[in-house]
């Protein structure tokens, strides 16, 4: 894959055919009651190869909807999602999602939860470890290869679980709120840590999160989608900051700050409504 990365950048992201599509893509849930909530209405969304894409909107807009889309988990009521072409069926191959919540298995060592992928494909137990403890290298844990997850902080939990996504060269990345337990300082470290790691091999990333001065940060174009029910695409914003990044620094940069005010604008009226409506759901309740 890195022996396209020069050809492949010379082209603008815009003008490449899309590593993710979705069009037109409606997504609709029976829930207990037995009514239908939609929580994805007329959805239009493209993120070319190597694009690093954020999506921000209030809470229950259908932003961790769209990742399970993406990645194969649910498919669409209506609409077409489409990955390097090819419309989505099944579990998506070449596809890493890292959760909100790790899924390191607490019964093994940290070696042995970064081997996992490259075991699972059937690589000899001696080259998916040498892989591993090179990736754990990659994100600052070596000499912890045989710690438990317990035995970490919840910074070092994050590492494993970034080394356990990218040691598999996923061309496509999809990242659900993945630093949002983490205090102020590990996350904007972890922030430019990621950005490092995605440099190496540059997947197509969609990075869900609810904090805007994050998205800027990190992404190439930060997608804001309207409040739910139906959420869709609402605005898109192109970042134009240069890389590489420094995520503790940029945010100091006259640009990131018009950036913010103008995304802000289109976002601030959809966290409004989303208010209105959990307040209003509050009062009925009661």
Request: negative net charge; glycine residues 8%.
């Amino acid at each position: 894959m890195s022996g396209v990365l020069p050809r492949l950048f010379e082209t603008p992201l815009a003008d490449l055919e899309p590593a993710i599509e979705l069009r037109g893509v409606t997504k609709s849930f029976t829930t207990p009651s037995g009514s239908t909530y939609t929580a994805l209405k007329d959805l239009d969304l493209r993120v070319a190869p190597g694009e690093f894409c954020a999506i921000v909107g209030p809470t229950g807009c259908g932003k961790s909807t769209t990742l399970t889309l993406v990645s194969g988990l649910e498919q669409p009521t209506t609409g077409t999602v489409e990955v390097h072409g090819e419309v989505v069926t099944e579990i998506t191959p070449g596809v890493g999602f890292m959760f909100q919540t790790d899924a390191i298995l607490p019964w093994k060592t940290v070696l042995d939860n970064v081997a996992l992928g490259p075991r699972f494909r059937g690589t000899a137990r001696s080259i998916a470890e040498t892989a591993a403890k090179d990736w754990l290298r990659r994100v600052g844990l070596s000499g912890f290869e045989d710690r438990f997850p317990h035995q970490l902080s919840g910074g070092m939990r994050k590492r494993v679980a970034l080394a356990q996504s990218l040691i598999n060269e996923p061309a496509i990345l999809l990242m659900d709120e993945p630093f949002s337990a983490l205090d102020v300082q590990t996350r904007a470290i972890m922030s430019n840590e990621l950005l490092q790691l995605w440099d190496l091999t540059r997947p197509a990333v969609i990075f869900v999160t609810h904090d805007l001065e994050e998205a800027i940060a990190l992404a190439d174009k930060v997608v804001v989608m309207t409040a739910g029910p139906g959420g869709t695409v609402k605005d898109t914003f192109e970042i134009d900051l240069p890389r590489p990044r420094v995520v503790q620094e940029i945010r100091f940069e006259p640009r990131f700050v018009d950036l913010y005010q103008q995304i802000w604008e289109a976002l601030r009226s959809e966290v409004d409504i989303a208010y209105s409506q959990t307040t209003v759901a509050k009062e009925r309740v009661a």
